[in-house]
């Protein structure tokens, strides 16, 4: 079994054994409820992704549908085709009539709002990706993208993939440290951000913060801006490019390049166990099959009729591939939405849904436990009755929080699908699909057709019905990524080499199968946390750390947290070894939430003189678990200094979280 410990108790979850079958009248129309989907998929995966593939449209067909190089781990689907996602996104449902389709009802956080059509955003796109050509981005240059959840965000990516340029988005609560690293690391030639965006009626200065990261990166010639608050900001220039002086002015048509199936389309940075975040790289043929297949299926989507809403913020995968690329390639009618739940108040989702007539919910089970904790009363003041499906995703939804949810937001009718995939896979690749599978509170159930997964031991080896061990994924899959950005060594290294002898991909989660083959994902086994649903690093964390002039020395360990799923809680030593004051620490959160984001903020702080190391100077973070945990202390005769741990014990039963 893994290591590290996962953020749910095994028994617990194993004593949930509470099963839902599709609703008889769900199932009737589902899109997807021939059982033999999954047969005839296993049986040729190859053709199984070729007749998803045919639901796209290519501008010359493909020779092969997988070349597989087991030994660089490089794949090539459908390899001869050429594809373009903006064209498929877009241009093809204009033509084919559906023009006055709205793609997007947009809402602001101060309540403006906007109606987008499939016509309104192909003429944007068309005339953002002239002014980017205008600026002299070229087919394969990277755009780097910064901004909040507005219509020009979804339009600056298909505008990159309309003219073959790689987009790298980085979420909008990064850090300037943060964007450089990433403008860096790509060479990006241009940005695309805003003045200023809303959160929670204050504003974040995003045009000032691309400053700040733009001095160090000397790659990018141009920043378009886009006003959205109208506040002044700085300007460059000869470098700076207001989005109203130069798109309105640009043809509302633009060719779209004929791109191979494997150029890339995108790198998107996560967290890895170094501090270093790994770009990871999506190409447009296979990624574009694989999110529109997916979809299509998992959430059952009927493009007529349907109000689809995944409230994940675009800066991060589930946004690319189910707020723009999945939901656009299915000619879906999405809501996005720029604010939080609790702004002005905690019925803000529930408000919406009962304006827009959301027919498909997608969410996180961080937000669901929110909602479980201001309690129903914010529910019951709307009327939900458009929902018909619920989604969950991005960490492990506990049995509590999936009972709620289907109770309250989906009035005990709406079948619940719990999504497990990863910014590398790039797609869902474990979740029911709602008119054929049971599902079971906190189970993601059975790998999506094509897709084929096991649960192994630490040799690799499949663990019998029943049993736990590791999570891997035994065959490629057509929106898998296919390289770190300029690193192929790490992605090797990282996903390869656990399981090199099988060559399966290594997820680095943690499994549990059932009697019945339903999959119960854990959690993480490396060093990486997944608080609401955000990957964070603990080296990061820990460099973040003793990046401050007062630090000697720092550790970071997960907590697990009622709401969060996990909390970051660190120990840290002062250099001269003193115990820092509350103010203290709270200067340190704001260092670390300066270095890597808000979202990185350390719950806890614990000060301490010392950490529990090694003879060799290894930290035990196995025991910093436990103290945060409150469990017995394991083994800790390997300890160069044994009273080390009790000290710390001690210290961090004192030390206040933040609240
Ligand atoms: O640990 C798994 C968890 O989130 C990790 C992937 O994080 P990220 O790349 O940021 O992508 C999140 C959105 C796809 C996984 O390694 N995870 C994601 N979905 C689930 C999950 N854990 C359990 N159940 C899920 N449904």
């Keep these: 079994m893994p290591d590290d410990s996962p953020p749910q108790a095994i028994e617990a979850l194993f004593a949930e054994n509470r099963t839902f079958p599709p609703p008889p009248e769900f199932a009737a129309k589902a899109v997807c409820n021939d059982p033999e989907i999954y047969a005839r998929a296993s049986k040729d995966s190859d053709e199984f992704w070729a007749g998803e593939a045919r639901r796209l449209e290519w501008f010359a067909p493909w020779a092969s549908v997988l070349n597989w190089d087991s030994g660089e781990k490089r794949a090539r689907w459908f390899d001869g085709g050429t ?50 050509r205008e600026l002299g981005v070229k087919r394969g240059d990277r755009v780097a993208i910064y901004m909040g959840m507005v219509p020009e965000l979804p339009v600056a990516l298909l505008a990159c993939s309309r003219i073959g340029a790689i987009h790298s988005v980085v979420f909008g609560g990064f850090s300037a440290d943060s964007l450089r690293d990433r403008i860096i690391d790509g060479a990006c030639v241009a940005v695309i951000t805003q003045d200023l965006g809303w959160r929670r009626g204050g504003k974040i200065a995003l045009k000032q913060i691309v400053d700040d990261a733009l001095a160090g990166a000397p790659s990018v010639s141009n920043v378009i801006v886009l006003k959205r608050v109208g506040d002044p900001i700085p300007w460059m220039d000869g470098r700076d490019v207001w989005y109203h002086d130069i798109v309105p002015r640009q043809p509302a048509q633009c060719d779209p390049e004929h791109m191979a199936a494997e150029d890339p389309l995108y790198i998107l940075y996560s967290s890895g166990t170094t501090a270093k975040p790994k770009g990871i790289m999506h190409t447009t043929g296979g990624y574009l099959t694989g999110v529109s297949s997916t979809h299509k299926n998992v959430f059952d989507l009927r493009e007529e009729s349907d109000v689809f809403w995944c409230t994940a913020d675009i800066g991060w995968v589930t946004g690319h591939s189910y707020v723009v690329y999945g939901p656009l390639a299915n000619r879906a009618t999405s809501l996005l939405f720029e604010g939080t739940p609790d702004y002005p108040d905690k019925d803000r989702f529930w408000a919406l849904i009962e304006k827009y007539k959301v027919t498909i919910l997608y969410t996180a089970p961080t937000a669901i436990r929110t909602f479980m904790k201001w309690g129903p009363s914010y529910v019951e003041k709307h ?49 029911p699909l709602p008119g054929l599978t049971d599902t079971k509170p906190g189970s993601a159930s059975r790998p999506f057709p094509g897709v084929f997964a096991d649960v192994v031991d630490a040799e690799g080896k499949s663990v ?196």
């Design 83 to 132: 594809i373009n996602a903006s064209f498929n996104c877009l241009d093809r449902h204009v033509r084919d009539g559906h023009g006055s389709q709205v793609a997007y009802f947009w809402e602001g956080e101060p309540g403006d709002e906007r109606r987008i059509t499939y016509a309104d955003l192909l003429a944007e796109t068309c005339r953002l990706a002239n002014a980017l």
């Design 383 to 431: 009327d939900l009755s458009s929902l018909r499906l619920l989604g969950s995703v991005g960490e492990p939804i506990n049995p509590e929080a999936w009972i709620w949810y289907r109770r309250y937001i989906g009035g005990d009718r709406c079948p619940v699908v719990d999504t497990w995939w990863q910014t590398e896979t790039g797609m869902i690749m474990i979740s």
């Design 464 to 659: 019998p019905l029943g049993g736990g061990g590791y999570v891997v994924i035994t065959r490629p899959w057509p929106a898998m990524l296919r390289t770190l950005w300029g690193d192929h060594d790490r992605y090797i290294k990282t996903y390869w080499s656990r399981f090199a002898k099988q060559g399966y991909y290594f997820p680095a989660d943690g499994c549990k199968r059932d009697a019945d083959g339903f999959y119960w994902l854990l959690g993480r086994v490396d060093d990486v946390m997944n608080v609401s649903g955000h990957r964070i690093s603990t080296t990061e964390v820990e460099s973040a750390f003793v990046d401050h002039p007062n630090v000697a020395e720092a550790a970071v360990v997960s907590k697990k947290d009622e709401i969060t799923g996990e909390a970051v809680a660190a120990f840290v030593t002062l250099k001269g070894g003193g115990i820092g004051s509350p103010a203290e620490a709270d200067e340190l959160r704001k260092h670390v939430a300066s270095k890597i984001g808000a979202f990185a903020r350390p719950k806890y702080i614990t000060f301490t003189p010392d950490l529990p190391k090694t003879r060799s100077g290894k930290i035990m973070r196995r025991l910093l678990r436990d103290v945060m945990e409150n469990r017995p202390l394991g083994d800790t005769t390997t300890l160069a200094d044994a009273n080390v741990v009790k000290t710390i014990a001690e210290m961090a039963r004192t030390a206040p979280p933040e609240e």
